[in-house]
């Protein structure tokens, strides 16, 4: 059973950086994806990265300030976001799956077996 921690979450101002970072254990998969949700908000995807290609896919709010990445030596999946908006406020929620290929479904929650308990990010003016 593959379990995921995440960590990295803080408060920052509007236009900083943050590096959340989510650690596996107990097993393989596939697919290393963050998303997240905001007070009141349904869960979204943020961005995806499969190991067997080197593009990762992202969400259209990301617009180039976040990276997802992912270092299988250390079974750690990172999140760079830079340039953090008022809007990025969110618990973030690390999530893991087996599939291979990258599909539409795969910016839904549905196609992810393993989830974290996610971090919390806080941007402020």
């Known amino acids: 059973q593959v379990q995921l921690a995440e960590s990295g979450g803080g408060l920052v101002q509007a236009g900083d950086s943050l590096t959340l970072s989510c650690t596996a254990s107990?097993?393989?998969?596939?697919?290393s994806a963050w998303f997240r949700q905001g007070l009141g908000e349904e869960l979204e995807f943020v961005a995806a990265?499969?190991?067997?290609?080197?593009?990762?896919h992202y969400a259209d709010f990301v617009e180039g300030r976040f990276t997802i990445s992912r270092d299988d030596d250390k079974n750690t999946a990172y999140l760079q976001m830079n340039g953090l908006k008022l809007e990025d406020t969110a618990m973030y929620f690390c999530?893991?799956?087996?599939?291979?290929?990258?599909?539409?479904?795969?910016?839904?929650?549905?196609?992810?077996?393993?989830w974290g308990q996610g971090t919390q990010v806080t941007v402020s003016s």
């Open positions: 990265i499969i190991r067997t290609e080197t593009s990762a």
């Open positions: 107990g097993g393989t998969f596939s697919t």
């Open positions: 999530a893991a799956s087996t599939r291979w290929t990258w599909t539409p479904i795969m910016k839904t929650m549905n196609a992810y077996n393993y």
